[in-house]
DNA sequence: CGTGGCTCCTGTTAGC
DNA sequence: TGCTAACAGGAGCCAC
């Protein structure tokens, strides 16, 4: 479910009012991608400093450590004052003197991971190997991703998904920064033409930015912590419409297969 | 090393 | 209508 901009929408409808929250108590539910590694009870009496986000991953600061939150394909956050009783897909639970804060994941591929910081194991191993921020203008520089492209010989929207590049795209934006670029999504990486490059690079930064201001995509479920869904999908021009008319050149949208993921893109407008 | 395929799990949908 | 199979927004891991 959940690309930078979900995830990025979800970690402003609850960074502020979780700042200053000392932990009460921690329920967790099923397993999920991993273990919280370490005993739920060692968590009680933390208070939450900030969040950040790197990538798709949610940094919660505490006063001794920082919790890891990956929403994976079908996790999302809630933070209220009240909650329901706890669901079937409720994996984690922590209430707070400010709030709980609820992890719902039917499919269970996210994860909470309690680390001592950036610097404990687990923590670097995650985040190493993450490319650049593209909503970051300092960190996503224009020489940078040219560079990356031309030294891969990989097709590029597989490319764009390993986000060794750029973090948080996901598949429904790789779809369609390509189709805003005009790029195909199977053009080797190095093949691409300077030109191109650069509309891709500012597709990234535009679509994924514009995708934060309208709250995120809800193709199906999405919505960020307030219970909130997004409005993004109303945008999607290639995502999901296989046999639609492009609204480009009005030929028909075609869907491929790369890595096990679906591709969307127009055949006529996005050449080499 | 870069790349491609497999894997985790449950819910929804397409097709018979 | 009911059953079954395919597919879903992620990404680490392993084998080439």
Redesign the pocket.
């Known amino acids: 479910?959940?690309?930078l901009p979900?995830v990025e929408v979800t970690r402003r409808s609850f960074a502020v009012q979780i700042e200053g929250a000392k932990v009460l108590s921690i329920t967790m539910g099923?397993?999920l991608?991993w273990p919280l590694g370490c005993e739920p009870a060692k968590l009680v009496g933390a208070q939450v400093q900030q969040v950040r986000r790197r990538?798709?991953?949610l940094l919660i600061d505490l006063d001794q450590g920082m919790l890891m939150v990956?929403?994976?394909?079908?996790g999302s956050l809630r933070f209220a004052h009240t909650l329901p009783a706890l669901g079937?897909?409720d994996h984690f639970d922590m209430r707070t003197d400010k709030g709980v804060l609820r992890l719902n994941d039917?499919?269970?591929?996210g994860a909470v991971i309690a680390t001592d910081g950036e610097s404990d194991p687990v923590a670097r191993?995650?985040l190493q190997?993450l490319g650049m921020e593209p909503l970051d203008d300092a960190h996503f520089q224009w020489e940078v991703f040219l560079a990356g492209l031309q030294?891969?010989?990989?097709?590029i929207k597989?490319?764009l998904?390993s986000?060794k590049l750029v973090v948080g795209v996901?598949?429904?934006y790789a779809s369609e920064v390509l189709f805003a670029s005009r790029i195909a999504p199977t053009a080797a990486?190095n093949s691409i033409s300077t030109v191109k490059a650069k509309r891709l690079y500012q597709a990234i930064r535009d679509i994924l930015a514009l995708a934060v201001e309208r709250g995120?995509?809800?193709?199906?479920?999405?919505s960020n912590a307030d219970g909130m869904p997004?409005h993004f999908q109303l945008q999607a021009k290639v995502y999901g419409r296989n046999g639609l008319p492009c609204v480009h050149c009005g030929k028909a949208i075609a869907l491929l297969r790369q890595?096990?993921?679906?591709t969307f893109y127009c055949p006529h407008c996005q050449k080499a």
Do not use: W
Request: charged share 25%; aromatic share 6%.
């Open positions: 479910m959940p690309e979900e099923k397993p991608r990538g798709k991953y990956h929403l994976g394909m079908s079937v897909h039917p499919r269970r591929f191993k995650l190997g030294a891969s010989r990989s097709p597989p490319l998904l986000g996901g598949n429904i990486a995120g995509t809800t193709l199906r479920d999405f997004g890595g096990q993921r679906s």
